[in-house]
């Protein structure tokens, strides 16, 4: 029982040390000083938890005090948000209600807790359309105090760098689940560092051991980059000495996720990631007015220095990001003949960066408030959407994520104003932007003063008019080029109030047909009517009727007394009818996977079970060696996906619960094709060099060989069979001795 009790005390202990380290945080900011109501939450919470634990072992309430710290240290909230941060499980984990949190803490923490309780346990739930519900509900609560995704997202780091506890399929999911939403969203609201860590924490738990392979690189190269780093920064030292600006110079290392992902998506290898080191110069002005001034005078002082790159100014200073992001981005040649990006940024720019949205409240009188800008902007869209009675979910995920994706560019309108829009927006996106009505009635556009049709892409600087008509315009085919969710929503929106007027004119139509030929309409004549025009229900069938795609007449008259229809009659309406859609094909082999597997452990994939218990994945062909995921489909049947295929990351993302933790079997073998893509120059012999490789060198046969050069540069892409990856890599490591070769990999079907 003693035992008991000094285990209780350690920790009661541990839980105040840590409570006090937060509150000794808290009095180091500049937000006032409200000690009493922080103290009261933690009292609250930490009796609420009392006895629960975590998966690690750890007391439960460790987990809301870090939540907190974050919020308070690296997102730099005040004490509503802390005290929010302390509570944000209660609700949800125990029998205290939120009319009980806002009875003793008020009603704007008693909101944002209930924000927190909405959303919890991740966005993603059961089914698709279930996720996509409860990620509308994370938007609202954000749109009425954008402090809950703030704390949501403190929420989701601590999860993630708690993440070993946890079950190998959970790491996949939640790992998934955090590239998809929480790392853009972060990004969006201008949490970079928060944001990079997201991304390197889901890159280490999805593929260790590139990541160990990265990080020990940078490792390895960390005193060549320190050195470079001393001999391009001095002479900058000197002249930004001689202005008598206060400053400091810290060199910045692209991050771990970022260099992966430029590796597989430019096909090269780490050596030839030039853009590793970057270098930020934060200063202080002379004073806020002169702000913008010493940026310029310094990019100006260094520009003498080394020579700029001419195309690779970003003047994010003038113009700052949507989420409230200033800096000045110069890229200049270093002494050693290799490019290196300075950020120039003073030490508000350089908060705001680093806490994001939350920075600006430390910038205003009394520092609390909303702030407005570009952000509000972005929640009010947000809000709009949701306005509309019934947007398609998994739709508005995507084109959600499309705007969480973006980068900005900035537009004018014919008066001079600037507007902010995703990167990869069009005239009709811009259209939209102004105003509903201008979007509805809009036939097309002036870009620069010249004529464009509605889907011409825009770009930074462009001036743009649209053009209207008296009458509205909106076409089933604009959704294919409107990318921003305000634009795809409102189209979506028209076209189904179009859809519904069409359905009642055809009902009507309908209901008077049925009249004259004097007969009761009842399910079994309507379905009559669908097997003949091809239709797949009622709906369908009106809206057909009601836009004159059907006219009924003496076929419809003699399908419902059931008279044979002409031959010529039935290919009539297969070629204008609208065709039924495309069967889905399922694997006819492949099994139900059997109830005996336990899916919360790692399965293990074995050779003589290939399509018969599961089956490798067409998208991204995995062979062993690879890291891989299982997904269980609505059928039960087990797909191996490779974990970075863009299917799988989708499938994490929507489809979390019925993601499997999968492996290898170290015994697995046997064969499967694979396509080796080379790139290099071209050279006397190289044909003959390539093909002695597979043939000599490793025994492998080549069953097909397409290869093609031009302007000197030869491509090539040679199919053979492998067993498994270390094969892969021993035809790397033999083709790249070839030294007219710069680039081997391998790619997938085309």
Not at 291 to 318: G, M, Q, T
Not at 405 to 419: H, L, N, Q
Not at 657 to 676: G, H, S, V
Not at 716 to 730: A, E, L, T
């Amino acid at each position: 029982m003693n035992e008991m009790t000094d285990k209780e005390m350690t920790e009661e202990a541990m839980i105040q040390n840590a409570f006090q380290e937060l509150l000794n945080d808290y009095l180091a900011t500049k937000h006032r000083k409200r000690i009493e109501i922080i103290t009261k939450a933690f009292n609250f919470a930490n009796e609420a938890h009392k006895g629960i634990r975590r998966r690690s072992g750890e007391p439960y309430i460790l987990h809301p005090i870090a939540v907190a710290k974050i919020v308070c240290n690296e997102i730099g909230l005040g004490s509503t948000s802390i005290c929010s941060a302390l509570l944000h499980d209660v609700v949800e984990d125990t029998d205290y209600t939120v009319e009980d949190i806002e009875n003793i803490f008020g009603p704007k923490i008693a909101q944002i807790v209930d924000g927190l309780t909405k959303i919890s346990g991740g966005i993603f739930g059961e089914r698709a359309s279930a996720q996509a519900e409860n990620f509308k509900k994370l938007l609202l609560t954000m749109s009425s105090d954008v402090r809950v995704i703030l704390i949501k997202i403190a929420d989701r780091l601590h999860n993630m760098r708690t993440l070993g506890a946890m079950l190998p399929s959970k790491q996949y999911k939640i790992a998934g689940e955090t590239l998809y939403i929480y790392a853009p969203l972060a990004n969006r609201l201008g949490l970079y560092k928060i944001k990079t860590e997201l991304e390197n924490l889901s890159f280490k738990y999805e593929h260790p051991q590139e990541y160990q392979l990265i990080q020990s690189k940078l490792d390895e190269t960390a005193s060549e980059r320190e050195a470079i780093f001393k001999s391009f920064t001095t002479p900058i030292r000197a002249e930004l000495d001689k202005m008598g600006i206060k400053y400091k110079l810290i060199a910045r290392i692209k991050s771990t996720y970022s260099i992966w992902n430029k590796m597989q998506t430019k096909h090269i290898p780490f050596e030839e990631i030039y853009d590793i080191l970057a270098v930020r110069i934060i200063f202080e002005p002379r004073s806020r007015s002169e702000e913008l001034n010493d940026c310029f005078d310094i990019y100006v002082a260094v520009s003498k220095i080394y020579k700029p790159h001419p195309d690779r100014l970003r003047d994010w200073v003038s113009h700052p990001k949507a989420n409230g992001y200033q800096a000045l981005h110069i890229t200049l040649m270093a002494g050693n003949g290799q490019w290196i990006e300075v950020q120039i940024r003073s030490e508000r720019m350089n908060d705001i960066a680093e806490q994001g949205f939350a920075a600006h409240w430390k910038y205003k009188e009394g520092g609390g408030g909303e702030d407005e800008g570009e952000l509000e902007k972005w929640l009010k869209t947000i809000k709009e959407i949701l306005d509309d009675p019934q947007p398609d979910a998994m739709d508005f995920l995507d084109t959600i994520k499309l705007n969480l994706f973006a980068s900005e560019i900035f537009v004018f309108t014919p008066k001079g104003d600037i507007k902010t829009m995703p990167q990869n927006s069009t005239a009709l996106d811009f259209a939209f932007s102004l105003h509903s009505d201008i979007g509805v009635h809009c036939i097309g556009a002036k870009v620069n003063h010249k004529l464009v049709p509605l889907s011409h892409k825009l770009e930074s600087g462009d001036q743009v008019e649209i053009l209207t008509s008296v009458q509205e315009r909106v076409e089933p085919y604009w959704t294919g080029f409107a990318t921003t969710a305000k634009a795809k929503s409102e189209i979506a929106s028209y076209l189904r109030k179009k859809n519904r007027i069409l359905q009642m004119q055809g009902e009507e139509i309908l209901v008077s047909f049925f009249k004259d030929i004097d007969i009761k309409q009842d399910p079994s004549l309507i379905n009559k009517l669908l097997q003949l025009h091809n239709k797949k229900n009622k709906e369908d069938l009106t809206k057909a009727i009601g836009e004159g795609e059907i006219i009924l007449g003496q076929i419809e008259r003699e399908a419902i007394y059931g008279k044979q229809v002409p031959t010529w009659k039935k290919y009539l309406t297969f070629s204008f009818g609208n065709k039924p859609e495309k069967e889905e094909v399922i694997a006819k082999d492949i099994q139900p996977i059997e109830s005996k597997i336990d899916t919360k452990k790692t399965l293990l994939l074995k050779a003589d079970e290939l399509n018969t218990t599961y089956q490798l994945a067409s998208c991204c062909h995995p062979i062993p060696g690879d890291p891989v995921l299982g997904y269980l489909d609505e059928n039960r049947h087990l797909f191996i996906h490779k974990r970075q295929c863009p299917v799988a990351t989708r499938l994490k993302s929507s489809f979390g619960n019925r993601i499997l933790a999968t492996a290898w079997d170290e015994k697995y073998n046997n064969i499967f094709p694979i396509i080796i893509y080379i790139k290099g120059i071209d050279s006397l012999g190289l044909l003959s060099d390539i093909t002695e490789v597979f043939s000599k060198k490793l025994n492998i046969n080549i069953r097909d060989i397409k290869f093609n050069t031009e302007d000197g540069i030869f491509e090539g892409r040679v199919k053979v069979n492998v067993q498994n990856v270390d094969d892969v890599n021993q035809i790397y490591t033999e083709l790249k001795k070839i030294p007219s070769i710069k680039q081997v990999s391998r790619i997938e079907e085309e």
